[in-house]
Nanobody, 122 residues
Framework: QVQLVESGGGLVQAGASLRLSCAAS????????MGWFRQAPGKEREFVGY???????TYADSVKGRFTISRDNAKNTMYLQMNSLKPEDTATYYC????????????????WGQGTQVTVSS
């Protein structure tokens, strides 16, 4: 059974940075395509970024240049480094394993974490 656990969220001011973690068990992340999504209250879950185990990462236009995905294979953990945070980045952030299909749609991912809350004050 694959389990994903996100952590690292919190309350920060605009312009600050946070690093989210996604720790995995039951699956080796080094050979797994992974994604980050976020969901703000009253809104649909939206794509943030995608990292294949081989190849370049893909980011949503809204976070490109500010957010970066990385992995620590020894810890079987993926990270989302978020810089220059804005109030519109406020959401619950989720990591997920990509199964098949478009990297932008939630239906393409089969295992999800429980999410970690990020709140950015202005």
């Amino acid at each position: 059974q694959v389990q994903l656990v996100e952590s690292g969220g919190g309350l920060v001011q605009a312009g600050a940075s946070l690093r989210l973690s996604c720790a995995a068990s039951g699956r080796t992340l080094s050979t797994t395509n992974m994604g980050w999504f976020r969901q703000a209250p009253g809104k649909e879950r939206e794509f943030v970024g995608y990292t294949p185990w081989i190849g370049p990462d893909t980011y949503a236009d809204s976070v490109k240049g500010r957010f970066t995905i990385s992995r620590d294979n020894a810890k079987n953990t993926m990270y989302l480094q978020m810089n220059s945070l804005k109030p519109e980045d406020t959401a619950t952030y989720y990591c997920a394993t990509h199964n098949r299909g478009t990297v932008y749609g939630t239906g393409s991912y089969n295992y999800w974490g429980q999410g970690t809350q990020v709140t950015v004050s202005s």
